[in-house]
Nanobody, 115 residues
């Protein structure tokens, strides 16, 4: 299983970015997919997730600003991040939770929001 993440970059506060993550295995192998953020000296924190059935979950800091969605094949997820703030900066990692084999991770993509 491979997860291919893309879409990070630099943006000014108030701007938007969209992250993408493609998983190279059939979608019904996974119970959920989503994004974690990691900043230096901190643990990874869940930003947003979506279950195979379509239920979504967001960190409190992301509610109302971020949207998680996926393509019709359910193998690519997107994280639309609007009204970005400097505290949203960090490395974003996508994951896919296999129903037997546990969590798989993509490479991190860096998001930098300047004030």
């Amino acid at each position: 299983v491979q997860l291919q993440a893309s879409g990070g970059g630099w943006v000014q506060a108030g701007g938007s970015l969209r992250l993408s993550c493609l998983v190279t295995e059939r979608a019904d192998s996974f119970t959920s997919m989503g994004w974690y953020r990691q900043i230096p000296r901190n643990e990874r924190e869940l930003v947003a997730s979506i279950t195979y059935g379509g239920d979504t979950n967001f960190a409190d800091s992301a509610k109302g600003r971020f949207t998680i969605s996926r393509d019709s094949a359910k193998t690519t997820i997107y994280l639309q991040m609007d009204r970005l703030a400097p505290e949203d900066s960090g490395h974003y990692y996508c994951y896919a939770r296999h129903w037997i084999r546990g969590d798989f991770w993509g490479q991190g993509t860096l998001v930098t929001v300047s004030s």
